[in-house]
């Protein structure tokens, strides 16, 4: 078949792999000059003009009625930038021709594998501006790797989503590029892609896309990351440091559904800068230091709260564009608080616009489906061997401390990467090297993660959910961990939430599932959380977990609120919690804020307040969460009474608060507790009081002020007498004189 023959056929079935060796100006057949050849089907009329000055122009040749122009120009010794001038039946485009910018497609690639960071630097779509002899173009320029594809084409508003008219050029190690001048922020594209053996495959969404379209299309969004600009100045030069001496009162957030407006009868979501006029007053007022939100790179199903991610490099559009995200973020900055986001790079959706067999091969997943295939999400999972794979992880981590300004990378499911056999029967694994379950691609991975997050951005955290004994999760690297900053402590909540939802009358036999946390508290840095999974799927709200009456069941709430916010490691609470939200939550419902008319929730609500409060003004409750001489028991085993007490300290000891907790509905009359010196202790939290919708039972002193006496007692010198509240926490300073 003749070349040119060849080539439209190439053109017209959208398989070219190389436009720029056939399309655009190239040099004559017979070395004179330079032929310029450009493919526009239905155009009737195509001339060119140059753009440099030259006042060179001339009209092409139609050669094949099916869209292939062409002019010889052999008196032209250099190649110079020009535009075409296209008729069509009913319209003239004039534009820029893509496939004179060789150098600016390529730019980038031989330095992709420097930095994780160059992922989103170079691939994805890249406003870029070239100026050649005093001519600047403006224009957007696709990168996306899809090493077994045949062909590949951008498809986009702009060529009405043909995938005839912008096949892409294929680079020497897999990816395909192309710049289009003319095209700004805001244009959606996908690419259209043939797999090896020439087969066209579902259109797919840009993997490095930063911004995309909801269904139906789910289509990339071009942005421009430079455009917003920041104000968060003073928070990024204070919040410096090491977290775990800080405080850290977390408030989990799902944006879909913290909160909804009514419109016309329907509920819709709040926008993020909805959410910055709403959420942020309410996050200071409750005297949280963070937010920590579920995922929210992109993802197609609601009803996957977001963990079933495919545009991790994207905000969702759900409630705004990336700037709207900024401008929540920079907002929260402003305000004191801090921003954690769920990161989730444990699995992906099989959705045909996304990462499944992206160029017709696993190029994201493993193949075999043993190691490959998630059976508890029905998902795939990704190759942490692969080296594409492993570059493009850890570059969407750092995008979000980079271009969004988070504070904090929560890191969804990591226990489901660390084994082979997770959540796997006999037969359906496949071992590692060694014969066991580790997966060492996954855990060397992690440590990759961690080092380039705490490398580049020093005041960041990351935190695990990690839900096994895995050793050193929370450890440094080169201390032979994870290299997490902060993991789940998901035995902690396991075991207390277990005892909490026994009748106090059985819970003497369960004291030690209160105690047991202390045990192994200083192996790993802990986040005690009581999260979104624990009021969904028949576990209940937090307040109808609770045993016994109206009363009861609020005050057992309220006084596991105090013993958690008393116990080391750093706390976080799922929305609606606070206020002691009734029903179990729904992603697609707001929360029930008009509960709040009733007493029982407004108390529940100014106890978290008061709670998180005293939390941030008193260092001995956070600076040495994770340093022993920071905790000191004065009575774990009393398991008969279900009272437990216990001290903590600043980092020094100069400062102290006793913390108890009567766990059941007696009172427990002249219950004596011992006190680092002698003087006066006050009451400074109370679970029970009467503001909290409590009982306001007598602690004994009308004033709740107590006089030490010179009674050794629990290792002490001296120790005072009160009366415990029924089911209550109460925290006790020694007052100033």
């Not at 053996?197 to 896309?209: E, F, I, Q, S, T």
């Not at 590692?432 to 991975?445: K, M, P, R, T, W």
Request: overall charge negative; glycine content about 8%.
């Amino acid at each position: 078949m003749p070349l040119k023959l060849t080539l439209l056929n190439q053109l017209e079935k959208a398989t070219l792999a190389n436009p720029f060796e056939q399309l655009g100006l190239i040099k004559n057949a017979n070395g004179i000059g330079f032929l310029l050849r450009v493919w526009l089907p239905e155009a009737t009329a195509v001339s060119f003009s140059a753009l440099d000055g030259s006042h060179l122009s001339g009209e092409l040749i139609k050669v094949y009625d099916a869209g292939l122009f062409e002019v010889s120009l052999p008196s032209v010794t250099d190649k110079f930038v020009y535009q075409l001038n296209a008729k069509y039946l009913n319209d003239v485009h004039e534009f820029v021709d893509p496939y004179q910018f060789h150098d600016i497609a390529f730019e980038g690639l031989s330095t992709l594998h420097e930095a994780p960071q160059n992922v989103y630097h170079t691939l994805g779509a890249q406003l870029k501006t070239i100026v050649d002899n005093d001519v600047k173009i403006c224009g957007v320029r696709f990168i996306v790797y899809a090493p077994n594809a045949s062909s590949v084409s951008l498809i986009s508003d702009h060529n009405h989503w043909n995938g005839q008219i912008h096949p892409m050029q294929r680079s020497w190690c897999g990816h395909w590029v192309l710049f289009i001048p003319g095209l700004s922020a805001g244009c959606a594209y996908k690419f259209e892609l043939k797999d090896a053996m020439g087969n066209r495959l579902p259109h797919k969404a840009d993997p490095v896309g930063f911004q995309a379209e909801l269904y139906p299309s789910h289509s990339s969004i071009v942005v421009d990351h430079d455009a917003y600009q920041w104000n968060d100045q003073t928070w990024q030069n204070t919040h410096t440091g090491d977290k775990r001496f800080t405080a850290m009162s977390i408030y989990e957030v799902h944006l879909g559904s913290w909160k909804r407006k009514n419109e016309n009868g329907v509920e819709r979501m709040l926008s993020y800068r909805e959410l910055a006029e709403e959420l942020l007053p309410y996050l200071v007022e409750m005297g949280y230091t963070h937010l920590e939100v579920l995922p929210i790179s992109e993802f197609p199903f609601d009803g996957s709260w977001g963990y079933q991610p495919v545009g991790l490099f994207a905000a969702t559009s759900r409630f705004g564009d990336a700037d709207d995200l900024k401008y929540f973020i920079d907002q929260c900055h402003q305000a004191g608080i801090g921003i954690i986001v769920d990161w989730v790079p444990a699995h992906f959706p099989a959705d045909p616009h996304g990462l499944a067999r992206f160029d017709g091969t696993p190029l994201y997943e493993y193949e075999d489906p043993k190691r490959g295939w998630h059976p508890d999400w029905n998902s795939y999972i990704y190759d942490f061997g692969r080296d594409n794979v492993r570059q493009f992880l850890v570059a969407s981590a750092l995008i979000w401390l980079d271009k969004f300004h988070v504070d904090g990378l929560r890191v969804d499911a990591v226990a489901s990467m660390l084994y082979w056999d997770y959540s796997r029967e006999e037969g359906e694994w496949v071992p590692n090297v060694d014969g066991g379950n580790h997966n060492y691609e996954a855990i060397s991975l992690l440590k990759w993660f961690n080092e380039e997050v705490y490398s580049q951005y020093p005041n960041a955290m990351t935190i695990a959910e990690e839900s096994t004994a895995f050793s050193g999760v929370s450890k440094p690297t080169f201390e032979g961990g994870l290299g997490f900053g902060f993991k789940w402590n998901m035995g902690w909540m396991h075991d207390t939430l277990s005892y909490i939802q026994q009748d106090p009358m059985y819970r003497k036999y369960h004291h030690h599932e209160m105690t047991f946390a202390m045990v192994y508290h200083y192996n790993e840095h802990f986040v005690l959380p009581i999260s979104h999974d624990e009021v969904v799927h028949g576990k209940k709200s937090m307040l109808n977990k609770m045993p016994g009456d109206e009363w009861q069941a609020a005050a057992n709430l309220r006084a596991y609120m105090g013993y958690m916010y008393a116990h080391p490691g750093k706390k976080l609470n799922f929305m609606g919690g606070e206020f002691g939200q009734s029903r179990e939550w729904n992603h697609n419902q707001s929360l029930d804020w008009d509960l709040l008319a009733f007493d029982k929730h407004k108390g529940q609500q100014k106890l978290i307040a008061d709670l998180n409060h005293f939390y941030k003004d008193n260092c001995a409750m956070y600076e040495s969460d994770y340093e022993p001489q920071g905790f000191e028991w004065l009575d774990h085993s009393d398991g008969v009474n279900s009272i437990i007490s216990f001290i903590r300290y600043n980092l020094d000891k100069s400062e102290y608060v006793i913390c108890l907790s009567n766990f059941t509905p007696v009172p427990r009359e002249k219950y004596r507790v011992a006190v680092e010196e002698a003087g006066q202790y006050e009451v400074v939290i109370n679970t029970d009081s009467e503001y909290y919708w409590g009982s306001n039972y007598s602690m004994g002193d009308l004033m709740g002020v107590f006089v030490s006496e010179p009674y050794p007692w629990q290792g002490k010198g001296h120790s005072i007498v009160v009366n415990l509240p029924p089911l209550s926490s109460v925290y006790l300073k020694k007052k100033e004189v």
